[in-house]
């Protein structure tokens, strides 16, 4: 047999992986859709994939459990996409970080953060309100301790431009903040 016959052809998932990517982009989507308007206790793994067009082992192969669901929503309502870039090398930081002036770094971030707010709002509130329920309670006590990470950040970047008044603390930027 000739070697052409049994020679194998290199597989190419890059449509498929441009297939899972839309999909899952349109989980997150409808996710958010029904967790803003229904609540995370209303919203179900089976609502989301049939709201979805997709089945729900799908959603949970992406996404392991609810708790993961909303979380992931949360995610991608904070950066405005689903690129795996992580906050601190994102553009907004970058360009925040490199601006001279205090108060215009103060009022980008305050842009920022009134956007950020819009789109991440009803999410947070639909978890808040669900924090009996412990998959939602964890969830809530890692978005609240990721914020609390970004605002230190950002008062340890204010500190260190020395842009904080005499007297006032990294802790204390970060909790007006």
């Known amino acids: ?34 967790f803003a308007a229904d609540g995370y206790a209303a919203t179900t793994v089976a609502s989301v994939a049939a709201a979805a067009g997709v089945s729900v082992e799908t959603v949970y192969k992406a996404f392991g459990n609810k708790p993961g669901l909303v979380k992931a929503v949360f995610d991608v309502a904070v950066v405005g ?11 907004f930081v970058r360009r925040t970080s490199a601006e001279p002036d205090p108060r215009k770094k103060l009022e980008g971030y305050g842009d920022h953060v009134a956007e950020v707010g819009a789109r ?37 970047h204010l500190h260190d431009g020395g842009f904080l008044r005499a007297g006032v603390s990294v802790d204390g930027a970060r909790d007006v903040l």
């Open 1 to 34: 047999m000739s070697e052409d016959v049994n020679r194998r052809r290199s597989y190419n998932s890059t449509r498929r992986q441009e297939q899972a990517r839309a999909t899952r982009r349109n989980v997150i989507a409808t996710a958010h859709r029904l």
């Open 81 to 91: 996409d689903d690129e795996a870039v992580p906050m601190m090398q994102r553009e």
């Open 120 to 156: 991440t709002g009803p999410v947070l509130l639909a978890v808040r309100a669900a924090a009996a329920d412990p998959g939602a309670a964890e969830v809530w006590a890692q978005l609240q301790g990721e914020r609390l990470t970004g605002m230190t950040a950002f008062a340890g």
